[in-house]
T-cell receptor, first 115, second 110 residues
Framework: DGGITQSPKYLFRKEGQNVTLSCEQN?????MYWYRQDPGQGLRLIYYSQIVNDFQKGDIAEGYSVSREKKESFPLTVTSAQKNPTAFYLC??????????????FGPGTRLTVL | LAKTTQPISMDSYEGQEVNITCSHN???????ITWYQQFPSQGPRFIIQGYKTKVTNEVASLFIPADRKSSTLSLPRVSLSDTAVYYC???????????FGSGTKLNVKP
């Protein structure tokens, strides 16, 4: 089956700890994205990558880091510098690296809770 | 990226047609209009995309007037399973500012 997988589905973290969220796609898409969603709110872009070994900050990149060493993988690290990391995190990918209006395919999400 | 304005919520009954309008006064010449659907605790799913006039697929229609300053997503004969949040996005190439907004929460009643 082709698609995007995110793991884990639920993640608990103590304050001051870094944590890495996994995102893998087998759709052969060039572009990948990370979004954050807070309760009752829309999605906000954290980082995006249009091609391997390149990524750009979105609207709320502070306290987050990413890497794109392989086309199919785009892990997100939530660092201790992120002041309010409890949220629902969504990873997405799209076929083209030049048009954000291309259909984005989303993963099932990871719900992160800071204890 | 053109900012969009949608109603916060809408109610409907099963079997009715639902129309959700999105305003985008600052739409640029190259911008496309895209709608996504999101169920609770899931990622959004693409519904439909258009540039002008009317687009129809197996789940929805999208109506765009000539001035393109607004668009209307039409869901024919909704069912309970259409209860979700619907997002309107406008843009094409501008990666610098993504704006999903808060969307429209559609509640379909039996």
């Amino acid at each position: 089956d082709g698609g995007i997988t995110q793991s884990p589905k639920y993640l608990f973290r103590k304050e001051g700890q870094n944590v890495t969220l996994s995102c893998e796609q087998n759709l052969n898409h060039d572009a990948m994205y990370w979004y954050r969603q807070d309760p009752g709110q829309g999605l906000r872009l954290i980082y995006y990558s249009q091609i391997v070994n390149d990524f750009q900050k979105g609207d709320i990149a502070e306290g987050y880091s990413v890497s794109r060493e392989k086309k199919e993988s785009f892990p997100l690290t939530v660092t201790s510098a992120q002041k309010n990391p409890t949220a629902f995190y969504l990873c997405a990918s799209s076929i083209s690296s030049g048009r954000w209006a291309d259909t984005q395919y989303f993963g099932p999400g990871t719900r992160l809770t800071v204890l | 990226l053109a900012k969009t304005t949608q109603p916060i919520s809408m109610d409907s009954y099963e079997g009715q047609e639902v129309n959700i309008t999105c305003s985008h006064n600052n739409i640029a010449t190259n911008d496309y209009i895209t709608w996504y659907q999101q169920f609770p605790s899931q990622g959004p799913r693409f519904i439909i995309q258009g540039y002008k006039t009317k687009v129809t697929n197996e789940v929805a229609s999208l109506f765009i007037p000539a001035d393109r300053k607004s668009s209307t997503l039409s869901l024919p004969r909704v069912s309970l399973s259409d209860t979700a949040v619907y997002y309107c996005l406008v843009g094409l190439y501008n990666f610098n500012k993504f704006y999903f907004g808060s969307g429209t929460k559609l509640n379909v009643k039996p």
